[in-house]
Structures are given as structure tokens and as C-alpha cells.
């Protein structure tokens, strides 16, 4: 059983395999095949398109509240871990250049159960971020529509349990005759409830523009990967040129007394918006799923992760700093921070175009998103732990047809009718185990030499490297981590000292065995960010993967295309 769970698909066989046909369930053999339509361009604007979405419309706002003009620092941290994680990615796509992303270069390096884990653990990634991205759309987009003085009923606005807990609230705090505690957000949730049709105590609520935005994209990503493409384009052009003028008129309404102080609640203020910050930075892998749609993803992959990254914390760190010069941090903690600092300086006209931006930008976003799922399903299909439907590709449109399907079903449904308020925070913790995962596993990989054209991760020797910053990281924070063993609730601290072991362990390793610099970062931090993330959203996180475990022993062991070649 332990043998055949960490079986590895060898890198030589991944590639024969796509070769040979087997992307297509129903034609396995030479069937259909991905269309190559995407250059190093294309990747790129898909990056960007992935990145500069609710992240720099929405909760920019809500990290700058917490870590004031500093939070630009906070872009830097999450853009160098993301870095160290890229430059691995970028590592696998080169020499692995098929769709499954970090679940594909799992199977190569870790074996099949780490493959499945993860693989399981994007599925939950890519479909909660789908979700999360559809109901802030439909928020975005009614609003632009109040500004043209179309107003949809609160009923097909927002979710049931959303409708009901305000009908609740509502009506205790009139019965307690608190009536200055009832927000606006409790009446429209009322209002929502006492309007809707239904039948006695059952009321049709939902929420029906996340539903069609996910409709409309889903059916995108089904005709096809050019289609697909110009659309992302279009989109990119369009937000990126709405952000650089915000950054250009909005520089003219800086005071600078507003960037001072600089960090006001310490550094533990600008790491609160952790979680946030890094949701809206976890597109950039979305487009190692597209490796087979690449002319030449050996080399154009790399450098369209890497460019896209470089562009969007530029972008991240210009717009935090405009924002912050423009308004005291203090008053950032709102839904739309750009729409709402030029209202603040009275430019309404810049505030509506921005609206608009921000509803074509955050599209973008579910359009990755909604592309990227369904390569992961069908390479998971073509190994035989999912059904082969999933890896079935359309033979007119050259898409993984049922996987895009499915995936459409699975965000439209719960988009209508489910109130995620913690949504990014388990997004984000299933990507940064991703980043761990992938990090690890270039660790494992064979050296290889270089080839020309070809991304090659430079080898930096971290033997004495590793070790200096351990012992000095110990020295520097020796009282917060004798805290820990002291708190109150000291048990909800395991995933710091999970933390500290790993770190400790990896550091012994490599220094006796001189392993790379660059994914050894990359693993620490990304590990790091998920201590940052809660208790709660850890044990969310584990009861998903148990469920996942269960699935791949009842059905995805036994049918293991590996494993029957391996027992046959």
C-alpha cells in the first residue's frame, strides 16, 4: 500500500501520455487536442487579469485601514514570497508543460497520494475563490446600476440565510427599540425578506447576477481558449488603463501629512491584511494550467508568471500609496476604497468610470479562474482519480468540454444562494499550501542541465545561508515564541509551532544537504502566511482534505491509471 500510494508518474511518462492522446477521456489515442493559441504576451495580460481584480478595487481598503501607508509593504512581502513560489512554478512548467499545474508537478515529484491532496486542495481553492469573486461581481455591478437609476428588488440581490439573519436582527432590535443599531445593510437584508415570493415560511431568495456572470463566463471558457483570450485582453487594456490614471490624477491630490505615521499599529497592523493581500494575489498560478494551449510554455510560462508579477506589484504599491496620500488610512475600511477616495476630493465623474473598472476587472478575474479549474479536473481524469468525462475534450471547440460544465455548476449554484464571509481566507490557505507543496517538490526534481530557451531555476547554495537567518530569526523573536507555549489558548498556536519545526528541520537539511536557496525561501514563507491565517480556517482546512482522502481511497487508488500499470 505505501508504495503504491507514493507511485510517481515520471516526467518522460507525463509527457508521452499527453502526447499520445490521453487529454481526451472519450478518444484516448488521437482524439481531440488543446488548442496552442497563447504567447508570452497572452500569459502575461492573463496574469495581470488573474492579479488587479477585487484585490486592488476591494480589500486594498481594508489593509490600508489595518497597516496604514505601510500596507505597501505588505504588497512587496506577498509579491517576493509569490516570487520565490513563481520561480517554481516557472521550474516545473519547463520542464513539465502540460495543464494540471501544481497537481501534475506533485505527481512527478512527491507520488500520486501528495499529487491527489493537492489537486483536491485546488479544487477547493479555485472553486471557493470562484465563488467569493461572483458575489463581489454581482455587488460591483449593482451598484453601477443604481448610478443609472436601475434598481433590482433586494430579493434577487443577496443570499437566504444573508436575507434571513437581517429580517431576525431587525426585528429584535425594533422590539428592544434600537432602532439606531439597525445598519443599512440589516434593511436591504429585511427589505429582501419581506418582499420575496414564496410559499409560508419559505422566501425565493438569491443571487441572481453572480448566477449570470458565471453563466456568461463559463460559456467563454467553453468555446474555446482564443475566444477566452481576446476577452482577457480586452478586459487587461481596459483596467490597466483605468488604474494607471488613477495613479497619475490621484498623485495631484496627495497630502503628505497623511503618510505620517507611517506603520501606526507596528508591523502587526500591516500583517492583519495578510489574507486579503495574498487573495488577491493567487491568479498568477492559474495560468500553469494552460500549458498545452502554449506555443512554446517551455519558455513563454516563466516568463509570463514572472512578468505579471513584477507588473501587478507595481501597480498594488502605486495605487496603496496614492490612496493612503490621498485620505487618512483611517478612512479606508470601505467596499470600494477607489471609488470612494476621488468622491472624498470630488471627483465623481473619475469615482463612476472607476465603478465601471472595477466590474469589468473583477470578470477578468472569474474568467481565470473559471479557465484554470477544469484543466486541473481533466488532468486528474486523464490519471484515472476522476471519472474519464472529465478529461472528455469537445471536438469542435478543443476544451475540456464536461470538466467546464461541471465547473460552471459548481460556482453558479452556490454563488446563489451562500454567504461566504471567510471565503478568502480559506482560498488562501489552500493556495499557500499549493506554493509549499510545489516549493518541496522542486527540492525533489533530478538536476538537470540547461537547455537552450528553456527557464532554469539558478541554483544558489543555501548550506550556510539558511542556517544564519534561522539562528538570527530565533535570537530576534526568542519572547514571542516562549508566548506561545504561555497563552490562554495555546493549543489554537499548533500551525506557529508546526512552523518552527519545519523550519528547523529544513534547516539541518539543508545545510547537510546544500540545497537550493530559492524554493527553500519559498517554502518557509508560504508555510509562514499560513500560520497567519487562523485556527479555524486550519481545522476547515484539514476537515476538507480528510474528505478528500476518503474519496481517493474508495475510488481514485483503485482506478489509478499508474497503478494498473504497475500491477499489470
Not at 174 to 202: C, R, V, Y
Not at 298 to 306: E, F, K, N, S, T
Request: aromatic share 14%.
Amino acid at each position: 500500500m505505501s508504495k503504491g500510494i507514493f507511485r510517481k508518474k515520471s516526467i518522460s511518462k507525463i509527457l508521452d501520455d499527453v502526447a499520445c492522446g490521453f487529454g481526451d477521456g472519450e478518444h484516448g489515442g488521437g482524439g481531440s487536442q488543446l488548442k496552442k493559441e497563447l504567447n508570452v504576451r497572452d500569459l502575461t495580460l492573463m496574469g495581470i487579469a488573474a492579479v488587479v481584480g477585487a484585490g486592488i478595487f476591494s480589500t486594498i481598503g481594508e489593509a490600508s485601514f489595518y497597516g496604514g501607508p505601510a500596507v505597501s509593504f505588505l504588497f512587496i512581502i506577498t509579491a517576493i514570497t509569490c516570487g520565490f513560489s513563481a520561480l517554481c512554478y516557472a521550474e516545473f512548467a519547463a520542464r513539465i508543460p502540460v495543464a494540471g499545474s501544481a497537481y501534475t508537478y506533485a505527481y512527478a515529484s512527491f507520488g500520486e497520494l501528495i499529487a491527489w491532496i493537492i489537486g483536491w486542495d485546488l479544487l477547493m481553492e479555485y472553486a471557493i475563490g470562484n465563488i467569493a469573486v461572483a458575489i463581489s461581481w454581482s455587488g460591483y455591478f449593482l451598484n453601477l446600476l443604481e448610478g443609472f437609476g436601475i434598481h433590482v428588488p433586494e430579493y434577487l440581490t443577496m443570499d437566504y440565510y444573508s436575507a434571513f439573519k437581517a429580517h431576525e436582527q431587525v426585528q429584535q432590535l425594533t422590539a428592544s427599540h434600537n432602532l439606531s443599531q439597525i445598519t443599512e445593510t440589516m434593511k436591504a437584508g429585511a427589505t429582501a425578506w419581506a418582499n420575496a415570493p414564496g410559499l409560508g415560511d419559505f422566501r425565493l431568495i438569491a443571487n441572481i447576477p453572480a448566477l449570470l456572470i458565471v453563466v456568461i463566463i463559463t460559456y467563454l471558457v467553453y468555446v474555446g481558449i482564443r475566444e477566452t483570450k481576446r476577452a482577457t485582453n480586452a478586459m487587461v487594456y481596459l483596467k490597466i488603463a483605468v488604474i494607471l490614471a488613477v495613479i497619475v490624477i490621484g498623485f495631484f491630490y496627495i497630502t503628505p501629512a497623511n503618510w505620517h505615521p507611517f506603520m501606526p499599529n507596528g508591523f502587526s497592523g500591516v500583517m492583519k491584511g495578510v489574507s486579503g493581500v495574498f487573495f488577491a494575489y493567487i491568479g498568477f498560478d492559474a495560468i500553469s494550467t494552460t500549458a498545452e494551449e502554449c506555443e512554446n510554455p517551455q519558455r513563454d510560462l516563466p516568463r509570463g508568471m514572472v512578468y505579471s508579477l513584477i507588473i501587478c506589484t507595481i501597480l498594488y504599491v502605486l495605487v496603496a500609496l496614492v490612496l493612503t496620500g490621498m485620505v487618512n488610512y483611517k478612512d479606508l475600511q470601505v467596499a470600494d476604497p477607489l471609488a470612494f477616495v476621488f468622491g472624498k476630493v470630488g471627483l465623481n465623474k473619475i469615482s463612476y468610470v472607476i465603478s465601471v473598472s472595477a466590474v469589468i476587472a473583477t470578470a477578468s478575474v472569474l474568467l481565470i479562474f473559471q479557465l484554470g479549474q477544469p484543466r486541473i479536473w481533466m488532468s486528474m481524469s486523464r490519471d484515472g482519480l476522476l471519472p474519464k468525462a472529465f478529461s472528455r475534450i469537445h471536438p469542435k471547440y478543443h476544451t475540456p468540454s464536461f470538466s467546464t460544465i461541471i465547473t460552471g455548476i459548481v460556482v453558479a449554484v452556490p454563488a446563489l444562494f451562500m454567504n461566504l464571509t471567510e471565503v478568502t481566507d480559506l482560498t488562501s490557505i489552500g493556495t499557500l499550501f499549493a506554493f509549499v507543496l510545489v516549493c518541496g517538490g522542486v527540492l525533489l526534481l533530478p538536476h538537470e542541465a540547461e537547455h537552450k530557451g528553456r527557464f532554469k531555476l539558478p541554483y544558489i547554495n543555501g548550506k550556510f545561508i539558511v542556517p544564519v537567518l534561522f539562528i538570527a530569526d530565533m535570537i530576534a523573536f526568542w519572547k514571542p515564541m516562549l508566548e506561545l507555549f504561555s497563552a490562554e489558548n495555546a493549543h489554537e498556536n499548533f500551525p506557529m509551532f508546526l512552523f518552527i519545526i519545519l523550519a528547523a528541520v529544513l534547516t539541518i537539511m539543508v545545510f547537510i544537504k546544500n540545497l537550493s536557496l530559492i524554493p527553500v525561501l519559498g517554502l518557509m514563507s508560504c508555510f509562514y502566511l499560513m500560520t497567519q491565517l487562523g485556527y479555524t480556517n486550519w481545522l476547515r482546512f484539514l476537515i476538507w482534505l480528510v474528505l478528500g482522502l476518503v474519496i481517493y481511497f474508495t475510488y481514485s487508488y483503485k482506478n489509478s491509471r499508474l497503478g494498473k500499470e504497475v500491477k499489470y
